[in-house]
């Protein structure tokens, strides 16, 4: 559908002017803008930069500050960062101009459901949005405040867009939409309606004026009071406007399969494979993957009245006009992001938070970003790409989330990590972005999430290389973690010695993990008895090991030193520190193996199978019969307690672990874990470890994964019905324990754990919150 049809409303385009907008031109400029704009979620950089080059308007500047954002947000780097800076700033400022123009001008396009010029206030708010999204990656801290300064005012806008559209819904009330459309007709006379069962709106409840406090208003379950800053108290008399109820799609036939089950999105995620040379090319869809036969993706309404959203299909007639749906799914998107990045901000940066004066809601940021992925256009697309960012990247970090609802259809959750409704949205974009290596790093990170790295890894050897240096970029470190996770020493070493030429975001980390690669290999040859072997890794270790140094601090991040920069450092001073002091070489000085630190940090024992957790037991006793590790600190001591009962854990020994954290860790005062190079964060880690322990025995987690590694099996004891007492005593213990890492106080890699603590905080409210737990 071309935009020139809605734009123009059949009349002859105005004289450009300073006040008036040539509606065909800027109809032209959408479309081709807008396109462009799709082509960096296919890959093709290239061909976004080439339709984007000559052109001027506001969509064309918002297109060509996305495209600098995508690139900023991938690699991290600083000239990219500041070139994308520069960019978003232009185009905030033309969709101002723009915005200032469609207000005085009698003859812009009026939307039935928003304000004149309202494309161009969200134009503007995706700029700021974006800007301030680099602005905390920037090294300054001065960028980062007025970053989030803009995240404020995008908010306010973007809540006052979403007022549109309650007061659409509100106007129209229990009317169907298509008798609603009447109004809107002389403003769209090119657009006839074809739906005959439409659906209905639900009359929402009287409210006063918009003012900037809604998503306050609509506050998430899963938030605790304690962990994020609020200004205003909350306004109960003033209740979130339900949104519409229905409009569900058919069900399947009884006879056939759900297209959306886990065995037919399986299969059809089979015939979209890629050949081994180049990813995504042809992908040799079948029949029953054809895009006429996608699994369409959740359309229901559940939870939508509860924050006010609208909810609904994205070819329904409500957005039949292409405005309408540019609008509509970037707002979700947007506020989407927004209402995520607050929810994850960790307590260490609680003070940051009263810049901005509101906080995050991660349940009703999902279902935003879930509503915006409907949509095929660049909005949905960078949906999608976030939720994956959250589930695959956030939830694959953590170890206590918001348990999925039980009266919830699996293809409508948002909770959790939904691993069927993921499937059918990976395979449209798959679909819709066939050259696209985002998508081949989702699946690769799900298979990951499910501990098969060995798919992982071979997905992303299929994918050859992308176009766009810090998409490769991002496809390498993955690499480079599933190597590591899978104790593919050599791969892992090669692998983030490859991310030093492809990203200069943190060097001294790259060099680190592979030094600590090879000195893992070094110990491995070691015992086997292989003396040339190692001896070759221990000097590649030591070179890597003292190379890293080197690179610590040449990037910032709110102009403060990279957290893993400063552990790097700390650790290369410890290990050289020890050598002198007991009078051994640099190398028998190191405790812990440091490459199982680095699976810790990252959190990869939650990807391994039981054979890969058993191979990282055995590295930690190899840490033991080193000759110098009775000289070990209490705090390098703690790290291995830690580590082996994270790996306990993981096998589901739940009381072994906590068995030797209450032994070996716990009766320790947290003052003896300070000290000139200690590693502080363990001993607040193995509290949140011991916590996650609690949460995992619950009877209702068991039940959905059984009491084995290999999950609910036939030799998996579970239970058939939860333990409401037994449970409620499970949590209260997490809740004890995270609060005591919550409240440790200063510590190394303080906001990495934290996020941990912060989503399991949420978690445990919510999960007290439906259990009726006070």
């Given at each position: 559908?071309?935009?020139?049809?809605?734009?123009?409303?059949?009349?002859?385009?105005?004289?450009?002017?300073?006040?008036?907008?040539?509606?065909?031109?800027?109809?032209?400029?959408?479309?081709?803008?807008?396109?462009?704009?799709?082509?960096?979620?296919?890959?093709?950089?290239?061909?976004?930069?080439?339709?984007?080059?000559?052109?001027?308007?506001?969509?064309?500047?918002?297109?060509?500050?996305?495209?600098?954002?995508?690139?900023?947000?991938?690699?991290?780097?600083?000239?990219?960062?500041?070139?994308?800076?520069?960019?978003?700033?232009?185009?905030?400022?033309?969709?101002?101009?723009?915005?200032?123009?469609?207000?005085?001008?009698?003859?812009?396009?009026?939307?039935?459901?928003?304000?004149?010029?309202?494309?161009?206030?969200?134009?503007?708010?995706?700029?700021?949005?974006?800007?301030?999204?680099?602005?905390?990656?920037?090294?300054?801290?001065?960028?980062s405040i007025k970053g989030f300064y803009k995240m404020r005012k995008a908010y306010m806008t973007l809540e006052t867009l979403i007022q549109m559209e309650q007061t659409y819904m509100k106007a129209r009330g229990v009317q169907s939409l298509a008798n609603s459309r009447v109004a809107s007709k002389e403003s769209l006379r090119s657009f006839e309606s074809s739906h005959s069962n439409a659906p209905v709106i639900v009359e929402p409840k009287p409210q006063p004026a918009a003012k900037p406090s809604r998503l306050r208003e609509a506050?998430?379950?899963?938030?605790?009071?304690?962990?994020?800053?609020?200004?205003?108290?909350?306004?109960?008399?003033?209740?979130?406007?339900?949104?519409?109820?229905?409009?569900?799609?058919?069900?399947?036939?009884?006879?056939?399969?759900?297209?959306?089950?886990?065995?037919?999105?399986?299969?059809?995620?089979?015939?979209?494979?890629?050949?081994?040379?180049?990813?995504?090319?042809?992908?040799?869809?079948?029949?029953?993957?054809?895009?006429?036969?996608?699994?369409?993706?959740?359309?229901?309404?559940?939870?939508?009245?509860?924050?006010?959203?609208?909810?609904?299909?994205?070819?329904?007639?409500?957005?039949?006009?292409?405005?309408?749906?540019?609008?509509?799914?970037?707002?979700?998107?947007?506020?989407?992001?927004?209402?995520?990045?607050?929810?994850?901000?960790?307590?260490?940066?609680?003070?940051?938070?009263?810049?901005?004066?509101?906080?995050?809601?991660?349940?009703?940021?999902?279902?935003?970003?879930?509503?915006?992925?409907?949509?095929?256009?660049?909005?949905?697309?960078?949906?999608?790409?976030?939720?994956?960012?959250?589930?695959?990247?956030?939830?694959?970090?953590?170890?206590?989330?918001?348990?999925?609802?039980?009266?919830?259809?699996?293809?409508?959750?948002?909770?959790?990590?939904?691993?069927?409704?993921?499937?059918?949205?990976?395979?449209?974009?798959?679909?819709?972005?066939?050259?696209?290596?985002?998508?081949?790093?989702?699946?690769?990170?799900?298979?990951?999430?499910?501990?098969?790295?060995?798919?992982?890894?071979?997905?992303?050897?299929?994918?050859?290389?992308?176009?766009?240096?810090?998409?490769?970029?991002?496809?390498?470190?993955?690499?480079?973690?599933?190597?590591?996770?899978?104790?593919?020493?050599?791969?892992?070493?090669?692998?983030?010695?490859?991310?030093?030429?492809?990203?200069?975001?943190?060097?001294?980390?790259?060099?680190?993990?592979?030094?600590?690669?090879?000195?893992?290999?070094?110990?491995?040859?070691?015992?086997?008895?292989?003396?040339?072997?190692?001896?070759?890794?221990?000097?590649?270790?030591?070179?890597?090991?003292?190379?890293?140094?080197?690179?610590?601090?040449?990037?910032?991040?709110?102009?403060?030193?990279?957290?893993?920069?400063?552990?790097?450092?700390?650790?290369?001073?410890?290990?050289?520190?020890?050598?002198?002091?007991?009078?051994?070489?640099?190398?028998?000085?190191?405790?812990?193996?440091?490459?199982?630190?680095?699976?810790?940090?990252?959190?990869?024992?939650?990807?391994?199978?039981?054979?890969?957790?058993?191979?990282?037991?055995?590295?930690?006793?190899?840490?033991?019969?080193?000759?110098?590790?009775?000289?070990?600190?209490?705090?390098?001591?703690?790290?291995?307690?830690?580590?082996?009962?994270?790996?306990?854990?993981?096998?589901?020994?739940?009381?072994?672990?906590?068995?030797?954290?209450?032994?070996?860790?716990?009766?320790?005062?947290?003052?003896?874990?300070?000290?000139?190079?200690?590693?502080?964060?363990?001993?607040?880690?193995?509290?949140?470890?011991?916590?996650?322990?609690?949460?995992?025995?619950?009877?209702?987690?068991?039940?959905?994964?059984?009491?084995?590694?290999?999950?609910?099996?036939?030799?998996?004891?579970?239970?058939?019905?939860?333990?409401?007492?037994?449970?409620?005593?499970?949590?209260?213990?997490?809740?004890?324990?995270?609060?005591?890492?919550?409240?440790?106080?200063?510590?190394?890699?303080?906001?990495?754990?934290?996020?941990?603590?912060?989503?399991?905080?949420?978690?445990?409210?919510?999960?007290?919150?439906?259990?009726?737990?006070?």
């Open positions: 559908m071309s935009f020139g049809r809605w734009l123009s409303r059949g009349k002859a385009a105005v004289t450009a002017s300073s006040e008036k907008l040539n509606l065909t031109a800027e109809a032209q400029n959408m479309d081709i803008a807008l396109r462009a704009a799709e082509k960096i979620m296919n890959d093709d950089i290239k061909g976004a930069e080439a339709a984007l080059k000559d052109g001027d308007s506001a969509f064309h500047k918002l297109s060509k500050g996305t495209l600098g954002f995508m690139k900023a947000t991938l690699g991290f780097e600083q000239d990219v960062m500041k070139e994308a800076s520069d960019l978003l700033s232009e185009a905030e400022n033309s969709a101002y101009e723009y915005h200032r123009k469609a207000q005085h001008d009698p003859s812009a396009f009026s939307s039935a459901i928003y304000d004149r010029g309202a494309e161009f206030l969200l134009c503007q708010a995706e700029s700021q949005i974006m800007s301030a999204v680099v602005g905390v990656l920037n090294e300054s801290l001065t960028e506050e998430s379950a899963g938030s605790s009071s304690e962990d994020f800053f609020e200004v205003d108290e909350s306004h109960p008399d003033r209740p979130v406007t339900p949104a519409y109820e229905g409009h569900l799609e058919s069900e399947a036939p009884k006879s056939h399969p759900d297209p959306r089950s886990e065995e037919v999105l399986t299969d059809k995620m089979k015939n979209l494979e890629v050949s081994t040379h180049h990813f995504g090319t042809s992908p040799a869809v079948s029949e029953a993957g054809s895009l006429s036969a996608r699994p369409p993706l959740s359309r229901t309404t559940t939870g939508g009245s509860k924050y006010g959203l609208i909810e609904i299909n994205a070819d329904d007639e409500v957005f039949k006009n292409s405005l309408d749906v540019f609008i509509h799914s970037g707002t979700n998107l947007m506020f989407g992001i927004i209402s995520l990045m607050i929810s994850v901000i960790p307590p260490a940066f609680a003070r940051v938070l009263s810049v901005i004066g509101f906080r995050g809601d991660r349940e009703r940021g999902m279902r935003l970003l879930w509503q915006a992925s409907k949509f095929s256009n660049v909005n949905g697309g960078m949906a999608a790409l976030v939720l994956f960012g959250w589930y695959n990247g956030l939830i694959g970090f953590c170890d206590i989330y918001s348990d999925p609802d039980p009266e919830v259809p699996p293809m409508e959750q948002v909770e959790g990590y939904p691993a069927e409704r993921l499937k059918a949205l990976l395979f449209e974009m798959r679909q819709r972005y066939p050259d696209s290596h985002l998508w081949m790093i989702e699946e690769a990170r799900m298979a990951s999430a499910k501990r098969d790295i060995d798919t992982a890894l071979e997905l992303l050897g299929k994918a050859g290389k992308s176009d766009m240096k810090q998409l490769q970029a991002l496809q390498v470190f993955e690499k480079s973690l599933d190597a590591q996770n899978s104790h593919r020493y050599a791969l892992c070493a090669e692998s983030f010695l490859e991310c030093v030429e492809l990203n200069a975001w943190s060097q001294a980390l790259y060099y680190f993990i592979a030094g600590a690669a090879y000195f893992q290999k070094s110990r491995d040859a070691a015992v086997a008895g292989n003396v040339d072997d190692q001896k070759t890794f221990a000097s590649l270790a030591e070179e890597n090991f003292k190379k890293a140094p080197s690179f610590v601090g040449k990037k910032k991040m709110m102009g403060r030193q990279l957290p893993f920069d400063q552990y790097v450092q700390r650790k290369i001073n410890k290990w050289t520190a020890n050598s002198q002091a007991w009078g051994c070489t640099f190398l028998e000085a190191i405790g812990v193996g440091p490459i199982e630190e680095s699976i810790f940090l990252w959190n990869g024992y939650k990807k391994m199978n039981e054979a890969q957790l058993k191979k990282s037991l055995t590295n930690l006793e190899t840490s033991e019969k080193s000759p110098y590790w009775v000289k070990q600190g209490l705090d390098e001591k703690t790290i291995l307690t830690l580590l082996r009962a994270t790996i306990y854990r993981n096998l589901r020994q739940h009381k072994q672990a906590q068995d030797i954290l209450e032994k070996e860790v716990f009766p320790h005062d947290k003052t003896a874990f300070s000290g000139l190079n200690m590693d502080t964060w363990a001993a607040p880690a193995a509290y949140y470890e011991h916590a996650v322990n609690s949460w995992q025995q619950r009877n209702e987690y068991i039940i959905r994964f059984g009491t084995t590694i290999a999950g609910p099996t036939a030799n998996s004891e579970r239970t058939s019905t939860a333990d409401l007492k037994a449970d409620a005593a499970l949590v209260a213990d997490a809740k004890k324990h995270v609060e005591k890492a919550k409240n440790w106080g200063s510590y190394e890699l303080d906001a990495r754990i934290g996020m941990k603590v912060t989503a399991a905080l949420g978690a445990i409210a919510k999960w007290e919150k439906r259990n009726g737990i006070v």
